[in-house]
T-cell receptor, first 111, second 117 residues
């Protein structure tokens, strides 16, 4: 089992749609969780951290379910500019090397 | 601020050649990392450093070497390049570990696309 698993997609959605991505992680000791965005042939960039109580940043909402060991990202009112690959990233507290990246979920927002 | 700067952006190597991928950050971050990303795959950690003079192996260190003589620089050395090292290489940095735990993410360089033929 992969340490961090994501549905690779691709997700093709029309502009204005709501889309959700899920991610599961295998290490129950994991403490920090992030969503990164990676545009085609570019470097990953931090989209948002994921906190236990859930958090929102504009059209983006991240949720964490520790009991089930999964993380979700919800994008509302999708824009063309949201087209990218979304990486789920998990970090185990106290260990610099334990930043594990999922393979990413590809999103294409269609006009 | 430039953030994390990687050079070169592209390189083609012949099997058996060597090269150094350069990485510099100007954010005074203690932690620096080298990752490789193969098509359709997640990033794999090659080496990391928690400060000047301290380096450690990541998940896929074979065929690579690193050094960290200053806080700013973290070069990655490929010796005897092989086709399996064809990949995109990303350097990243982060503040202290406590910053990471608090939710500060990593800052990545723009990557080096390496092809070994």
């Amino acid at each position: 089992r992969k340490e961090v698993e994501q549905d690779p997609g691709p997700f093709n959605v029309p502009e204005g749609a709501t889309v959700a991505f899920n991610c599961t992680y295998s290490n129950s000791a994991s403490q920090s969780f992030f969503w990164y965005r990676q545009d085609c042939r570019k470097e990953p960039k931090l989209l948002m951290s994921v906190y236990s109580s859930g958090n929102e940043d504009g059209r983006f909402t991240a949720q964490l379910n520790r009991a089930s060991q999964y993380i979700s990202l919800l994008i509302r009112d999708s824009k063309l500019s949201d087209s990218a690959t979304y990486l789920c990233v998990v970090n185990m507290r106290g260990s610099a090397r334990q930043l594990t990246f999922g393979s990413g979920t590809q999103l294409t927002v269609l006009p | 601020n430039a953030g994390v700067t990687q050079t070169p952006k592209f390189r083609i190597l012949k099997i058996g050649q060597s090269m150094t991928l350069q990485c510099t950050q100007d954010m005074n971050h203690n932690y620096m990392y080298w990752y490789r990303q193969d098509p359709g795959m997640g990033l794999k950690l090659i080496y990391y450093s928690v400060g000047a003079g301290i380096t450690d192996k990541g998940e896929v260190p074979n065929g690579y070497n690193v050094s960290r003589s200053t806080t700013e620089d973290f070069p990655l050395r490929l010796e005897l390049a092989a086709p399996s090292q064809t990949s995109v290489y990303f350097c990243a940095s982060s503040p202290s570990l406590s910053g990471t735990a608090l939710g500060y993410g990593y800052t990545f360089g723009s990557g080096t696309r390496l092809t070994v033929v």
